[in-house]
């Protein structure tokens, strides 16, 4: 079973400052997502990355994957309180059976960012 | 469009009732996805669908029940609620774009207590 790990699990970082969260997972795959959920809220999507080497920005958040190292990060720059949510990263497996292309994701635990002022 | 949409938005059962959760989607979407998120953690599938007439167990699938009669709804059935089923569901659909990726679009959940 694929596994994946994100550190740290709890952030808290004053406005303004930068900081990485990290993604690790077990094995081969080249689709990961980032999510972002809003305490009592559902998830919405925030990046797929579909390659390695892929890097996308949003605004203060930028996400990267690399395939090799098995690992993608989400680089949070000069904080606002906006930004205060539970981000997980989720990687998908080879395909469903039934003749599917697509994977099951697989979600990491989350990390509990809280910017304050 | 609504998107995923998903009712009851909170439920309380006893110990052995039984419940269906609802979820309809409006995006022509042709995947859909159970998945429950217990406190502190990620989110864990407990089935999934690829079209009307096709569903298939994920990793969690004990204790409940699905059908997908049409592409626009997807239910969970709990049949003999248990105190371990206590948790956070949420809906999802994605649509096949090519088999490039499986962006997946939630519902806004429903909070399920058993006591």
């Known amino acids: 079973e694929l596994k994946v790990e994100q550190n740290p699990l709890f952030l808290s970082m004053q406005e303004g400052k930068n900081y990485t969260i990290y993604c690790n997972y077990s094995t081969t795959s080249d689709r990961l997502y980032w999510y972002r959920q809003d305490p009592g809220k559902s998830l919405e999507s925030l990046f797929v990355?579909?390659?390695?080497?892929a890097v996308k920005q949003e605004g203060r958040l930028m996400a990267s994957l690399d395939t090799k190292a098995r690992l993608s990060t989400l680089h949070i720059t000069a904080a606002v309180h906006d930004l205060s949510a539970t981000y997980f990263c989720?990687?998908?497996?080879?395909?469903?059976?039934?003749?599917?292309?697509?994977?099951?994701?697989?979600f990491g635990r989350g990390t509990q960012l809280t910017v304050w002022p | 469009n609504a998107g995923v949409t998903q009712t009851p938005k909170f439920r309380i059962l006893k110990i052995g009732q039984s419940m269906t959760l609802q979820c309809t989607q409006d995006?022509?979407?042709?995947?859909m996805y159970w998945y429950r998120q217990d406190p502190g953690m990620g989110l864990k599938l407990i089935y999934y669908s690829v079209g009307a007439g096709i569903t298939d167990k994920g990793e969690v699938p004990n204790g409940y029940n699905v059908s997908r009669s049409t592409t626009e709804d997807f239910p969970l059935r709990l049949e003999l609620a248990a105190p371990s089923q206590t948790s956070v569901y949420f809906c999802a659909s994605s649509l096949q774009v090519g088999g490039l990726y499986n962006e997946q679009f939630f519902g806004p959940g429903t909070r399920l207590t058993v006591l």
């Open positions: 995006m022509n979407h042709n995947y």
């Open positions: 990355l579909l390659s390695n080497g």
């Open positions: 989720a990687v998908s497996t080879q395909p469903f059976d039934r003749g599917s292309t697509l994977g099951r994701l697989y």
